[in-house]
């Protein structure tokens, strides 16, 4: 059983507007200048049709729009069919000899093919008329086909198999007239009528090599479904391989990187379209009718190359995450080419300060601008591809800029994390003579492992990496399980690892001495620190991993040391001698440590609670009585005049007494 034959070769939007250009029938007289050319037109004959839905409603729109074209003031003259404009140029010959009804209304034929390369190329009308007129006979063919398939025609009554057959050949090879009548237009090189006795001149062809291909693509598409209704298998196979690789040729044409942004869109989306053409619709096709022709024991003699990867454009050239990726806008070459400069200057300048200064500050802060800036196009690239529809040659570009803004990122973190991290070797390194490294220095080697562990997840969480095949057509493809992400995670468990180990010396120092927090964190970083040590010796291809898994191992073996030292200092905490607070008076006989030994007794003593018995209290009541306050008073008022009548001189003060 044969394939459902797909949409035929160019389905997209509706044609754009006509191009006004003035012509008249009677216009069509020879120039005196034999020399005069014309511009050759460009025609996007797939965006001047749309995909079908449903076959008869395609016809049905073939048909109006056919009467759109033909009523288009520039060329109604040439292509309404009544014989009012008898004295047009394709007028058939039959017609001009007067034969049939003189009506101005009657029909009258139309040869395509008499009119003149300049007047084919003064108006796109010319070649979109065949062109739906090959659509709409295709349309009811397989219309045609659809009915022969349930059994029921469209207006109900049920017709033989082979009367079906019949129209549905019939009106494909009405669709092949039209569509090699659009063949002959585009290449025509007729040049205009000349008086008797004139010599005839060539002129130029009405389109370019773009349209041309195109029409003879379509024109092969036809002949090919014509050979494979007729089961004529071999001109099938012929057929349809001339337009799969008419159609591969166009996509490659259409890979060019010169011109405007929008002209580049307009490319991609050529592209795209003809490489979903060839792959999708004529290669199925292609291999039905050569497994047909195998079946029947004849040999093709050609090996089909069809390939879903469309080609690469020459240039710069990226690796990154096991991918080849090609830089073809001129923007991201030139700043990849500057990045590589500033890169350049910064390694050669690094060994000679073997510490931080100004100069190196500016050329790492210049580096990192750099890749900012390729971030910054890249990203501006991927935008102008936000609205097109999916496809290989769209799907290919997003799959590049992706993998581009993700191999500057990786860049940048890179060169951060390496700096941080001979932040941190640095200070380790100045403090490695005293027996202890203080508090606030073991604080910021924390603080730079906190840093280093953000970058460190940001390079696991980059896009990219896989194979186009496996590209969804944004960032959020699902990650790809590559040696990259493999070494980025492997790195994030040694950071996590140092970062605990940091964590518990600041937790151990005498100043915190919270040894419990302690000895859980030293627990962890040895637990992180041999899962990282497995996985970075899986990473055959990471860069210096022989020199991270010797200090790693440095670390383990550190680890183990301060576990111990961490144990005792915290055994000690809880078990030895408790520091007294009492004043020295109090502990004379005491030997234990004083917290203060400079506190000798309080001024004034403090009150010192006694125990008493009941009793004590039982005869101490009998003495207690009411508080006697005017007895009180007098006493004060007594004094208080005494200190009035006192020397109040400068000697009044020695005086008293």
Same mark, same amino acid.
């Given at each position: 059983m044969r394939p459902i034959q797909p949409r035929p070769l160019l389905p997209s939007a509706e044609s754009p507007e006509p191009r006004a250009t003035s012509h008249t029938a009677h216009s069509h007289t020879k120039s005196t200048d034999s020399t005069m050319t014309h511009t050759p037109l460009r025609i996007h004959l797939h965006s001047s049709l749309r995909s079908p839905t449903d076959y008869p409603s395609h016809a049905s729109y073939c048909t109006r729009r056919l009467a759109r074209l033909r009523h288009s003031k520039p060329v109604k003259k040439d292509l309404l069919h009544i014989k009012l404009y008898k004295s047009s140029l394709g007028t058939r010959v039959e017609d001009e000899q007067g034969k049939g009804s003189k009506s101005k209304h009657a029909y009258r034929s139309i040869d395509m093919t008499n009119f003149p390369s300049e007047v084919l190329a003064s108006h796109e009308n010319y070649f979109l008329e065949p062109l739906y007129c090959a659509e709409r006979a295709w349309s009811q063919s397989m219309a045609i086909k659809e009915e022969?398939?349930?059994?029921?025609?469209?207006?109900? %009554?049920?017709?033989?198999?082979?009367?079906?057959?019949?129209?549905?050949?019939?009106r494909m090879k009405k669709a092949v007239h039209f569509a090699k009548i659009l063949e002959e237009l585009t290449v025509c090189t007729k040049g205009m009528p000349v008086e008797e006795g004139g010599e005839e001149t060539a002129a130029d062809m009405p389109v370019d090599e773009h349209t041309r291909m195109e029409a003879k693509a379509y024109a092969s598409w036809m002949k090919g479904n014509l050979a494979m209704e007729q089961e004529n298998w071999k001109v099938a196979a012929d057929e349809f391989q001339a337009a799969f690789t008419l159609c591969e040729r166009i996509a490659s044409?259409?890979?060019?990187?010169?011109?405007?942004?929008?002209?580049? $869109?307009?490319?991609?989306?050529?592209?795209?379209?003809?490489?979903?053409?060839?792959?999708?619709?004529?290669?199925?096709?292609? +291999?039905?009718?050569?497994?047909?022709?195998?079946?029947?024991?004849?040999?093709?003699?050609?090996?089909?190359?069809?390939?879903?990867?469309?080609? $690469?454009?020459?240039?710069?050239?990226?690796?990154?995450?096991?991918?080849?990726?090609?830089?073809?806008?001129?923007?991201?070459?030139?700043?990849?080419?500057?990045?590589?400069?500033?890169?350049?200057?910064? %390694?050669?300048?690094?060994?000679?300060?073997?510490?931080?200064?100004?100069?190196?500050?500016? +050329?790492?802060?210049?580096?990192?601008?750099?890749?900012?800036?390729?971030i910054s196009l890249t990203n501006h690239e991927s935008k102008q591809l936000a609205n097109m529809k999916a496809g290989p040659a769209v799907n290919t570009k997003k799959f590049q800029f992706v993998n581009i803004m993700s191999y500057a990122k990786y860049q940048k973190l890179k060169l951060v994390m390496k700096r941080?991290?001979?932040?941190?070797?640095?200070?380790?390194?100045? %403090?490695? %003579?005293?027996?202890?490294?203080?508090?606030?220095?073991?604080?910021?080697?924390?603080?730079?492992?906190?840093?280093?562990?953000?970058?460190?997840?940001? $390079?696991?969480?980059?896009?990219?990496?896989?194979? $186009?095949?496996d590209f969804?057509?944004?960032a959020s493809s699902p990650e790809v399980e590559d040696e990259f992400l493999l070494e980025a995670k492997a790195n994030i468990l040694r950071l996590r690892s140092l970062r605990c180990y940091y964590l518990a010396r600041m937790h151990a120092s005498p100043l915190v001495g919270e040894y419990s927090k302690a000895v859980a964190l030293l627990d962890q970083a040895e637990l992180l620190a041999n899962?990282?040590?497995?996985?970075?010796?899986?990473?055959?291809?990471?860069?210096?991993?022989?020199?991270?898994?010797?200090?790693?191992?440095?670390?383990?073996?550190?680890?183990?040391?301060?576990?111990c030292r961490v144990f005792a200092m915290s055994y000690l905490s809880k078990t030895g001698p408790s520091k007294s607070s009492l004043p020295l008076l109090a502990r004379l006989h005491d030997y234990d440590i004083p917290a203060n030994p400079l506190y000798l007794t309080d001024v004034p003593p403090k009150l010192q609670p006694i125990l008493s018995r009941p009793s004590f209290f039982d005869v101490a009541l009998n003495y207690v009585s009411e508080y006697p306050v005017e007895e009180l008073e007098r006493v004060l008022e007594a004094h208080t005049e005494q200190a009035g009548g006192s020397s109040t001189g400068l000697l009044g003060w020695f005086r008293r007494g």
């Amino acid at each position: 059983m044969r394939p459902i034959q797909p949409r035929p070769l160019l389905p997209s939007a509706e044609s754009p507007e006509p191009r006004a250009t003035s012509h008249t029938a009677h216009s069509h007289t020879k120039s005196t200048d034999s020399t005069m050319t014309h511009t050759p037109l460009r025609i996007h004959l797939h965006s001047s049709l749309r995909s079908p839905t449903d076959y008869p409603s395609h016809a049905s729109y073939c048909t109006r729009r056919l009467a759109r074209l033909r009523h288009s003031k520039p060329v109604k003259k040439d292509l309404l069919h009544i014989k009012l404009y008898k004295s047009s140029l394709g007028t058939r010959v039959e017609d001009e000899q007067g034969k049939g009804s003189k009506s101005k209304h009657a029909y009258r034929s139309i040869d395509m093919t008499n009119f003149p390369s300049e007047v084919l190329a003064s108006h796109e009308n010319y070649f979109l008329e065949p062109l739906y007129c090959a659509e709409r006979a295709w349309s009811q063919s397989m219309a045609i086909k659809e009915e022969e398939r349930n059994g029921v025609t469209g207006d109900g %009554k049920k017709k033989s198999a082979s009367r079906l057959r019949s129209d549905r050949i019939k009106r494909m090879k009405k669709a092949v007239h039209f569509a090699k009548i659009l063949e002959e237009l585009t290449v025509c090189t007729k040049g205009m009528p000349v008086e008797e006795g004139g010599e005839e001149t060539a002129a130029d062809m009405p389109v370019d090599e773009h349209t041309r291909m195109e029409a003879k693509a379509y024109a092969s598409w036809m002949k090919g479904n014509l050979a494979m209704e007729q089961e004529n298998w071999k001109v099938a196979a012929d057929e349809f391989q001339a337009a799969f690789t008419l159609c591969e040729r166009i996509a490659s044409n259409s890979t060019g990187t010169d011109g405007s942004d929008e002209n580049k $869109i307009q490319q991609l989306e050529l592209q795209d379209f003809f490489t979903v053409r060839a792959n999708n619709v004529i290669a199925p096709l292609l +291999r039905y009718c050569r497994y047909e022709l195998q079946e029947k024991g004849v040999e093709t003699g050609i090996a089909m190359d069809i390939s879903n990867k469309s080609p $690469i454009a020459s240039g710069s050239t990226i690796e990154f995450r096991e991918n080849s990726i090609a830089i073809e806008s001129k923007d991201l070459k030139m700043a990849l080419l500057k990045v590589s400069d500033l890169e350049k200057e910064w %390694k050669e300048e690094t060994p000679k300060n073997n510490a931080s200064n100004s100069g190196d500050d500016a +050329r790492f802060m210049a580096l990192l601008n750099g890749y900012d800036d390729v971030i910054s196009l890249t990203n501006h690239e991927s935008k102008q591809l936000a609205n097109m529809k999916a496809g290989p040659a769209v799907n290919t570009k997003k799959f590049q800029f992706v993998n581009i803004m993700s191999y500057a990122k990786y860049q940048k973190l890179k060169l951060v994390m390496k700096r941080n991290e001979d932040m941190v070797n640095g200070i380790l390194k100045r %403090k490695s %003579k005293k027996k202890e490294v203080e508090l606030k220095h073991m604080e910021e080697v924390t603080h730079l492992y906190d840093a280093l562990l953000q970058d460190a997840r940001a $390079i696991a969480l980059l896009p990219g990496g896989g194979s $186009i095949d496996d590209f969804a057509g944004d960032a959020s493809s699902p990650e790809v399980e590559d040696e990259f992400l493999l070494e980025a995670k492997a790195n994030i468990l040694r950071l996590r690892s140092l970062r605990c180990y940091y964590l518990a010396r600041m937790h151990a120092s005498p100043l915190v001495g919270e040894y419990s927090k302690a000895v859980a964190l030293l627990d962890q970083a040895e637990l992180l620190a041999n899962e990282a040590l497995e996985e970075i010796g899986a990473c055959d291809q990471m860069e210096h991993r022989d020199e991270i898994l010797e200090r790693l191992e440095k670390v383990v073996e550190e680890m183990k040391g301060d576990k111990c030292r961490v144990f005792a200092m915290s055994y000690l905490s809880k078990t030895g001698p408790s520091k007294s607070s009492l004043p020295l008076l109090a502990r004379l006989h005491d030997y234990d440590i004083p917290a203060n030994p400079l506190y000798l007794t309080d001024v004034p003593p403090k009150l010192q609670p006694i125990l008493s018995r009941p009793s004590f209290f039982d005869v101490a009541l009998n003495y207690v009585s009411e508080y006697p306050v005017e007895e009180l008073e007098r006493v004060l008022e007594a004094h208080t005049e005494q200190a009035g009548g006192s020397s109040t001189g400068l000697l009044g003060w020695f005086r008293r007494g």
